[in-house]
């Protein structure tokens, strides 16, 4: 059964902190994603990578930074955490065969920043 | 990037009766659609999905409409049942970008 498993599910952090949310697939994608979801707003892309090391800003990025040093790990930091990034973040592998395809999520990760 | 938008943010249906789930998307290059069902606590999941080769596709008790001229796409589920209240997302692709969503609707089931 395909697995994307974010490792915290709930985090409580104060302003300032650095926050470092993990990701990990067993599916051997190439492609993988983190959006942040709030209410009315949808699923917005913050970051993206389609191959080890590489990465891409999406349409949020300001205030985040990733890393993939690992094809199937996919970390998501916040350099400084602020209110405003308290929100539930969705990490997402694809398969890159084809280029398109479904996304395989995670559960997620609520973050709430004091 | 391009949005997805959907005409409705929250639909109730009678339990049996078919439900219509609808999204407008504004990128004309865009050839893959997908719709997602999220229930409370959990992350997305997938239910079906369309290229922009066709127009329709089934599956078990869902069917998808796509209508590129006028850029509009819906969800169709059959036979309502409780289990399927949640809130859908549609989605959207151009190429090997990656997907762009809409605000979800949310699918209240009344029994």
């Known amino acids: 059964d395909v697995k994307v498993t974010q490792s915290s599910r709930y985090l409580v952090k104060r302003t300032g902190e650095k926050v470092f949310l993990e990701c990990v697939q067993d599916m051997d994608h190439e492609n993988m994603f983190w959006y942040r979801q709030d209410p009315g707003l949808g699923l917005r892309l913050i970051y993206f990578s389609y191959d080890v090391k590489m990465k891409e800003k999406g349409d949020i990025p300001e205030g985040y930074s990733v890393s993939r040093e690992k094809k199937e790990r996919f970390s998501l930091i916040l350099e400084s955490a602020s209110t405003n990034q308290t929100s539930m973040y969705l990490c997402?592998?694809?398969?890159?065969?084809?280029?398109?395809?479904?996304?395989?999520f995670g559960e997620g990760s609520r973050l709430t920043v004091l | 990037g391009e949005s997805v938008g959907l005409h409705l943010p929250t639909l109730s249906v009678q339990e049996g009766d078919n439900s219509i789930i609808n999204c407008a998307y504004s990128n004309s290059a865009s050839d893959y659609f997908i719709w997602y069902k999220q229930e409370s606590g959990k992350g997305p999941q997938f239910i079906i999905d369309i290229r922009s080769n066709m127009d329709k596709r089934q599956g078990q008790r869902v069917t998808v409409l796509l209508n590129k001229t006028v850029k509009h796409l819906s969800l169709q589920i059959a036979a309502t049942q409780p289990g399927d209240s949640a809130v859908y997302f549609c989605?959207?692709?151009?190429?090997?970008?990656?997907?762009?969503f809409g605000k979800g609707t949310r699918l209240s089931v009344i029994a």
């Open positions: 989605a959207e692709s151009s190429g090997n970008t990656p997907l762009v």
């Open positions: 997402a592998s694809r398969d890159s065969g084809t280029g398109v395809g479904e996304l395989f």
